[in-house]
């Protein structure tokens, strides 16, 4: 620890010392009390002073009176919990991704509970504080776990039409790259569309527009080869179709052998010969005028139907 980060330790260990001093007094009341200590906790958390953090919330008095002092310190405490990983706190070891993904869902909770209670600004303040524990899990294989994170983060300052811009688009454009994993693509270009509306400077215009180009060819293969695949099925009918006929043509030179064995035979024997259809032996057979059997004809008429 460095000379200034022991000068800022003492000064604030002096700080709660005066604070717990005056409510010991009776010069503070718990509301007052209470706020100051949350102030200095939050002071704790930006300059990873953990431990002077975590005796800010043991001194406090509870039962909280106020609602949304009980949610903004749901959102510390959560903050606190992932923070006390130290070196780890960026790890993606196993025992220290359980605690932030603990972290995550215990905020998310009461950010959940917050929206029906609390006021917009502690709103706000608990979508930040799930945002900055959500930020390490942006990784290709491991952002669609936390999915309901950044829906709730969009859902919760696009209902209150939050000032913080970037913020918004920034969790659009996380939120679209999680349903373009999971090829939820519709959903995914209209998040990248609300981040590119959102994007304030242009910061991550080129990403956005790459992305949304992406999708769209995506798109259009799928449309392609849905088309495709009509056309298969459609040939594949055909040809099934065929195959059926194929498998009826032998049956049917049995039958037709077995009722006029001559006048069949002679007929398949003019149709190989001469390739006619059925009106060109019709004529055939008046100009020879042999005198064949009426029920011959059945037979040998069916087949020709069959392989023309």
């Not at 953990?50 to 002092?69: I, K, N, Y």
């Not at 454009?173 to 569309?193: P, T, W």
């Not at 298969?232 to 037709?256: C, H, I, M, T, Y």
Request: overall charge positive.
């Amino acid at each position: 620890m460095s000379c200034e980060e022991i000068n800022l330790s003492d000064t604030i260990s002096s700080i709660l010392s005066k604070i717990v001093e005056g409510r010991n007094l009776g010069k503070l009341d718990s509301d007052t009390n209470n706020n100051l200590l949350l102030e200095v906790l939050i002071i704790n958390l930006q300059h990873r002073l953990f431990t002077l953090a975590q005796h800010c919330l043991d001194s406090m008095e509870r039962p909280f009176t106020d609602v949304d002092f009980e949610f903004r310190i749901k959102f510390a405490e959560a903050d606190l919990s992932v923070k006390k990983l130290g070196k780890d706190e960026q790890s993606f070891k196993k025992s220290a991704l359980n605690v932030r993904i603990k972290g995550i869902t215990t905020c998310q909770d009461a950010l959940v509970a917050s929206l029906k209670e609390c006021n917009s600004s502690t709103i706000q303040s608990g979508c930040i504080t799930l945002w900055n524990l959500c930020l390490p899990m942006l990784q290709p294989n491991l952002r669609n776990q936390i999915d309901d994170s950044l829906k709730l983060i969009a859902t919760a300052l696009e209902d209150l039409q939050s000032m913080l811009v970037l913020l918004r688009c920034q969790v659009h454009v996380e939120l679209a790259k999680c349903y373009k994993d999971q090829e939820r693509l519709i959903e995914a270009l209209e998040n990248f569309s609300k981040a590119l509306n959102l994007d304030p400077n242009g910061q991550y215009k080129e990403t956005i527009i790459y992305n949304m180009k992406c999708i769209d060819l995506k798109t259009n293969l799928y449309k392609n080869q849905n088309q495709l695949r009509k056309r298969l099925d459609f040939f594949w009918s055909k040809q099934a179709a065929r195959n059926a006929k194929a498998k009826l043509q032998p049956l049917l030179l049995k039958v037709g052998e077995y009722l006029a064995p001559n006048t069949f035979n002679w007929g398949i024997k003019e149709l190989s010969e001469n390739s006619m259809n059925c009106s060109s032996f019709i004529v055939l057979r008046d100009k020879n005028k042999k005198k064949k059997k009426y029920s011959a004809l059945i037979p040998l008429l069916l087949l020709m139907l069959i392989l023309s």
